[in-house]
């Protein structure tokens, strides 16, 4: 189940809830009972290795926005 940090606005303290992805958005009292909370964007690890070495640049020669150095 995914988890939530939020920040209480009256005691500054931060706070993890673990909820369902479709209650995401619902608001969430801080474990002293404050109301005035919000939620917090985190950054997000996706799973894979770490590389040493960086990847290869995609397209053609002259690379550019459209692989191929034509967008104009």
């Given at each position: ?31 002293s ?20 070495t ?19």
């Amino acid at each position: 189940m995914p988890r939530y940090e939020f920040r209480c606005r009256t005691c500054d303290d931060t706070f993890e809830v673990s909820r369902p992805m479709a209650e995401s958005s619902a608001p969430a009292d801080c474990p002293s009972g404050h109301a005035d909370t919000v939620k917090l964007l985190s950054a997000v690890a996706v799973g894979g290795s770490a590389r040493s070495t960086p990847a290869p640049a995609m397209g053609g020669a002259g690379g550019g926005c459209c692989g191929g150095g034509g967008c104009g």
